[in-house]
């Protein structure tokens, strides 16, 4: 098929925009009512905790590996900077970790990670559990894959997306060292490749499009209905970090009711503000499966209405 012929089947395609406006309001709708169901808040609270469990073993095990490696003030400068998308009072907890680390004896450091491997692979497997199960609870999952399956899948997923974010976080930082230190031009102009709101997202869509597709159902999730949730839920964790910051910064001031705790409360509220938005994207992958399955019905039983 021509470009030109394809013109002109978008043409005299017969297509309401107000149509299209009510149906995606009613999916947005019933997507909302999906993540907001009262179940899901306890996946939610129970992701959110050991998601929160997992960051500062994670921050011990990557300490060590560079102490053994190279230099561990190098991962804390490149922490730094990734906790640049987080809002500046629950950033102050990541980075204030970080420089603990980065300061403490090579020894104490080897130690700490040895324990943090622990911690941090069984909060990490119980979180990813967590989220997967509320994504099928979301997805309304009739055949529940049983308790090994399930187990195994978790540990997929942590090792894919571990993977995934080392894999990102050392082609972010290339194009940094390439620009800087030799002077490329090319890159140096080109400022979105050393952004890291461009990296978590593209990075965050990828993982969560793939999560949607495979993880949260036996059967793969259309992959439309999937990108469209992994878009939704990168764009709402950017958003939430944005805002969140915002109305800390300019609107509230959490000390005067939260005291010496409030960058504590702040990192809490972030945290379960990005889980939210993993939920919401597998409902909005649901409810568009769904409608894309009900536009197809009638076209199935009656083929001769499929238009050409």
């Known amino acids: 098929m021509n470009v030109q012929s394809l013109i002109r089947r978008v043409r005299t395609r017969d297509w309401d925009p107000l149509h299209a406006a009510r149906v995606g309001l009613t999916v947005l709708g019933k997507a909302l009512s999906r993540m907001w169901g009262r179940d899901v808040m306890l996946y939610t609270g129970g992701t959110s905790f050991f998601i929160m469990l997992a960051i500062f073993p994670a921050l011990a095990i990557a300490m060590g590996l560079y102490s053994l490696l190279s230099d561990p003030a190098r991962v804390a400068e490149q922490g730094a900077a990734v ?39 069984y909060a990490s497997h119980r979180g990813f559990k967590a989220l997967l199960a509320g994504l099928s609870f979301i997805h309304d999952e009739e055949r529940q894959r049983g308790f090994l399956s399930f187990n195994i899948m978790a540990l997929v997923v942590l090792i894919a997306a571990m993977g995934a974010l080392g894999v990102l976080s050392t082609v972010f ?50 992959w439309r209905a999937s990108l469209m949730g992994g878009l939704a839920a990168a764009a709402l964790c950017i ?70």
């Open 173 to 222: 930082f290339a194009f940094r060292i390439l620009g800087e230190t030799f002077e490329l031009r090319p890159l140096r102009g080109a400022l979105w490749l050393y952004s890291e709101w461009t990296w978590a997202s593209a990075g965050m869509t990828a993982g969560m499009t793939l999560i949607y597709r495979w993880a949260m159902s036996r059967d793969p999730v259309d």
């Open 83 to 121: 906790a640049r998308i987080m809002p500046d009072a629950a950033r102050m907890i990541f980075q204030s970790e970080l420089v603990r680390l980065s300061r403490a004896p090579h020894g104490s450091i080897s130690v700490q990670s040895g324990v943090a491997l622990v911690i941090g692979g």
């Open 239 to 308: 958003f939430a970090s944005w805002a969140l910051g915002f109305y800390v910064e300019q609107i509230a001031e959490l000390g005067a009711t939260y005291g010496s705790v409030a960058t504590v409360v702040i990192f809490l509220i972030w945290l379960s503000w990005n889980v939210n938005a993993l939920f919401f994207g597998g409902a909005l992958a649901t409810e568009v499966e769904l409608a894309m399955h009900l536009r197809r019905a009638p076209f199935a039983s009656h083929p001769e209405l499929k238009p050409d």
